[in-house]
Antibody, heavy 118, light 107 residues
Framework: EVQLLESGGGLVQPGGSLRLSCATS????????MSWVRQAPGKGLEWVAG????????YYADSVKGRFTISRDNSENTLYLHMDSLRVEDTAVYYC???????????WGQGTLVTVSS | DIQMSQSPSSLSTSVGDRVTMTCRAS??????LNWYQQKPGRAPKFLIY???SLQSGVPSRFSGSGSGTDFTLTISSLQPEDIATYYC?????????FGQGTTVEIK
């Protein structure tokens, strides 16, 4: 059974940093691209970042480029999102998602809430 | 960036009705179009990929169609458990983008 479990969310001040983790099981982690998708309170879905299975290629939304870094540890089956220079508008539930070819997202975690506020 | 637009933003219907919603891309995306269902307080669920292919385990009352810029998600006979918000997403190019969602409610 495929499982994705996010952690690391919480309250942080504007300008601060946070690292999210997504522990996975039930599939060959290194064979699949992974994505982070966020959802601000009461809003729709916004793709944040993606990384190929090997970790050699990464992709970002313009809204986070230069501030967020996606990475993965294929030996630990874990995906990460390092977030710097956080803004109030980064407040959202952050989901990790397993991506099948052509960047469809077939499995999602339950999400972790990041709140940026002073 | 490719913009995705969904209509209507919400619809109110009855159990057993046929429900149709549309998704339009700002440029040709071929069949690189996916659909997701999200219930309140839950993570999204993957329904349809490549415009019209049903994900394993998804009920056959769901179907997708379209290519190029115009796509449709249809629920042939609405069930109470289908009350949710539905999102389209293009996977043609980065950045991946979602539509703003269509919320399905029961009359």
């Amino acid at each position: 059974e495929v499982q994705l479990l996010e952690s690391g969310g919480g309250l942080v001040q504007p300008g601060g940093s946070l690292r999210l983790s997504c522990a996975t099981s039930g599939f060959t982690f290194s064979s699949y691209a992974m994505s982070w998708v966020r959802q601000a309170p009461g809003k729709g879905l916004e793709w944040v970042a993606g990384i190929r299975g090997s970790g050699t290629s990464t992709y970002y939304a313009d809204s986070v480029k230069g501030r967020f870094t996606i990475s993965r540890d294929n030996s630990e089956n874990t995906l990460y999102l390092h977030m710097d220079s956080l803004r109030v508008e980064d407040t959202a539930v952050y989901y990790c998602a397993k991506s099948i070819p052509l960047w469809s997202m077939d499995y999602w975690g339950q999400g972790t809430l990041v709140t940026v506020s002073s | 960036d490719i913009q995705m637009s969904q209509s209507p933003s919400s619809l109110s219907t009855s159990v057993g009705d046929r429900v149709t919603m549309t998704c339009r891309a700002s440029q040709d995306i071929g069949s690189f179009l996916n659909w997701y269902q999200q219930k309140p307080g839950r993570a999204p669920k993957f329904l349809i990929y490549a415009g019209s292919s049903l994900q394993s385990g998804v009920p056959s009352r769901f179907s997708g169609s379209g290519s190029g810029t115009d796509f449709t998600l249809t629920i042939s006979s609405l069930q109470p458990e289908d009350i949710a918000t539905y999102y389209c997403q293009q996977s043609y190019s980065s950045p991946l983008t979602f539509g703003q969602g269509t919320t399905v409610e029961i009359k």
